[in-house]
């Protein structure tokens, strides 16, 4: 899943449906599936440059047997004017430009994103003023080298947080209300959204919003991408195989006493 994450903005990805490849990527995943880690890394992959020798880039067989590749980017904006892809080891495949990712509050962006944001971005990428990383985790921001910026926004904030930028790319972490996901849907190029349907968060008017999404109703810059992985399919270096099974048993003793749960096989399946 988090290959499909990486690699749907990619033309040859699903030429069918998606010639040009997919704008919008709606991860309806289970819980704990590895959503926000892939979202972090698409982030970061676009405003570094691209080392070909990134383990990242070698092809390999998942524990599944299935065949994996995740595709290098292209300098973005040379290929948006001809259509051809050219590849540049030394500098980000896209121009400085700036990007959100939004999240339901304070403690989301220090405790999840930021730490994510931190695990994958190389050191030697970060901004510097003087001796200072641009990095700053009060005001929820940091920059490249190259001029690129990435901004937390909060779902909880005004509606000025949230105006005024034109987006290369926005990311989303769980449920944003309606008018907040409408500011992202035009200004924003890309929109690559994890969303968690059972997530304490996400309850309300925010579930009907993913869900007109996931339906049609609300159109997102198009085409729009859905991923969804069940427990089944996430390897043991995302959720450890124990780890696994103590939530499947602790579900499963749960529906003998109660019967039946939508709302486990949510947990377990991701969807709606």
């Known amino acids: 899943s988090q290959a499909q994450i990486l690699n749907a903005w990619h033309p040859e990805f699903d030429p069918i449906k998606a010639p040009n490849g997919y704008s919008t990527l709606l991860d309806i995943s289970a819980v704990r599936a590895g959503k926000s880690a892939g979202a972090c890394v698409n982030q970061i992959a676009w405003i570094i440059p691209n080392d070909p020798e990134w383990l990242m880039f070698q092809p390999y067989t998942d524990f599944k047997g299935r065949e994996v590749r995740v595709l290098r980017r292209p300098n973005w904006d040379y290929w948006e004017r001809t259509g051809k892809m050219e590849y540049d080891s030394s500098e980000p495949p896209k121009e400085a430009c700036e990007c959100w990712h939004g999240c339901p509050d304070e403690m989301h962006w220090k405790e999840k994103l930021n730490r994510e944001y931190m695990k994958w971005m190389p050191g ?149």
């Not at 030697?124 to 003023?129: E, L, N, S, V």
């Not at 001029?147 to 937390?152: A, F, K, P, T, Y």
């Not at 500011?183 to 890309?190: D, G």
Request: glycine letters at 8%; charged letters at 30%; a positive charge.
């Open 124 to 272: 030697a990428c970060i901004g510097k003023r003087g001796n200072d990383p641009l990095w700053n985790l009060s005001e929820r921001w940091f920059e490249t080298n190259w001029g690129s910026r990435v901004n937390g926004k909060l779902y909880g904030s005004d509606m000025q947080a949230w105006s005024g930028k034109e987006l290369f790319l926005t990311s989303l972490d769980e449920g944003p209300p309606k008018d907040k996901l409408e500011e992202c849907r035009i200004r924003s190029r890309y929109i690559w959204w994890a969303y968690t349907p059972r997530e304490a968060a996400n309850t309300g008017d925010r579930t009907k919003v993913a869900h007109d999404v996931y339906t049609g109703k609300i159109v997102l810059p198009g085409p729009m991408k859905v991923i969804q992985v069940s427990w089944d399919d996430v390897p043991d270096h995302v959720m450890k195989t124990s780890s696994r099974q103590m939530r499947e048993d602790m579900l499963n003793a749960e529906e003998k006493k109660n019967g039946y749960s939508n709302a486990n096989k949510v947990t377990r399946e991701g969807g709606f």
